[in-house]
């Protein structure tokens, strides 16, 4: 079958590999659609940074380079291994990609998405989502209803990224929010707390681009370079603050324009990875008794979650999700990395 397989640094190689076959308690898919998400471009540019280990095999899945990508991925149930109850043949699924160790304290508190162990399928893993084939758990998978297609299932892993950080963040219906960055994340963001509830959002993004294609789908916008962003936070929070922020640009000024922009008691969540310090002074969260937490990927319960919403039309992929073939899967990582499109599907049949 053809995959995308990691070797090393900037080596990714569309190549025939072994078909698998499942083991007890495990299922075969066969791969729809597979996204790639920000940590196949730090694989990509910078493996070491992003944890992979070209010398040790992983803690938990005991795998090693190279490995097949592709960690946010949909797919139809092929094949069962022995064991496997309550999946059917012809299942169109997605994969919750966390494999934890159980031990940890992380994981003895239900944490499993901050294993101190963590992998992931398609990161860490034997196999991925960007091949026709791969196998996986089967407690893994979560059936999609039928009004939720296999392209919309495969965007189930990173908008459990933005529905986590939502509720980290304790907004509740009728409150406001707002939005540092408009990438895939921050889009996501803006997603979930529409569909809880949360109506009176603005979004804060630099780039004219990707202004354009998330208030194509609705969003208010506002420009932080270029424009007043404390005058558009308290237009939309009648002068008192918004209730919540997220920081999903990576940025240090999205962090410190985000605490600027709380109402007191509000909170910041940050659900980006920063590849740089940055400083704030932290009297900002003691004299208005304000809060910063971070969001790291999703528990199982936040895949449920967005399949609903999905089930029940609360996400449009209309204007920012485009598709390319396995083999276009080097050039999609470029266009990315060079600033290019919002969310890049990679068809694996």
Not at 149 to 159: H, K, N, S, T, Y
Request: contains cysteine; negative net charge; hydrophobic residues 45%.
């Amino acid at each position: 079958m053809k995959a995308a397989v990691f070797h090393t640094q900037e080596d990714l190689r569309i190549e025939e590999v072994p078909e698998p076959s499942p083991r007890p308690g495990q299922v075969k898919l066969r791969n729809a659609f597979a996204g790639i998400c920000g940590s196949d471009l730090h694989v990509y540019y910078s493996p070491e940074a992003a944890g992979l280990d070209f010398e040790h095999p992983h803690p938990v899945t005991g795998s090693t380079l190279p490995q097949i990508l592709g960690h946010e991925f949909s797919g139809t149930v092929v094949e069962l291994g022995d064991g496997v109850e309550g999946v059917s043949i012809g299942d169109r699924v997605a994969v919750w990609p966390i494999y934890y160790c159980g031990e940890c304290p992380a994981c003895r508190r239900g944490l499993y998405n901050v294993c101190q162990k963590i992998g992931f399928h398609g990161l860490s893993s034997d196999g991925g989502g960007m091949a026709e084939f791969t196998t996986v758990d089967a407690s893994k998978l979560h059936v999609l209803p039928e009004s939720v297609d296999l392209r919309m299932g495969a965007l189930v892993e990173p908008m459990s990224v933005a529905w986590h950080a939502v509720s980290r963040s304790g907004v509740e219906a009728g409150g406001s929010a707002l939005i540092a960055g408009a990438g895939p994340i921050g889009i996501g963001v803006w997603f979930a707390l529409k569909a809880r509830g949360v109506e009176n959002v603005l979004v804060s993004e630099p780039s004219a681009d990707r202004r354009a294609i998330i208030a194509a789908l609705g969003a208010e916008v506002v420009d932080p370079v270029n424009e007043d962003l404390s005058a558009a936070v308290s237009a939309i929070s009648g002068g008192d603050g918004v209730d919540v922020a997220f920081d999903a640009a990576g940025a240090g000024p999205a962090v410190t324009s985000a605490l600027a922009s709380l109402v007191p008691g509000g909170r910041v969540v940050v659900v980006a990875i920063h590849e740089r310090p940055m400083q704030f002074l932290p009297t900002q969260l003691v004299m208005a008794e304000t809060d910063i937490a971070g969001a790291l990927a999703y528990l199982p319960e936040d895949f449920d979650a967005v399949i609903e919403a999905m089930s029940r039309g609360a996400y449009d992929t209309t204007g920012w999700v485009e598709e390319m073939p396995l083999e276009g899967v080097v050039d999609a990582i470029h266009m990315l990395r060079g600033g290019a499109g919002a969310k890049i599907l990679v068809r694996a049949d």
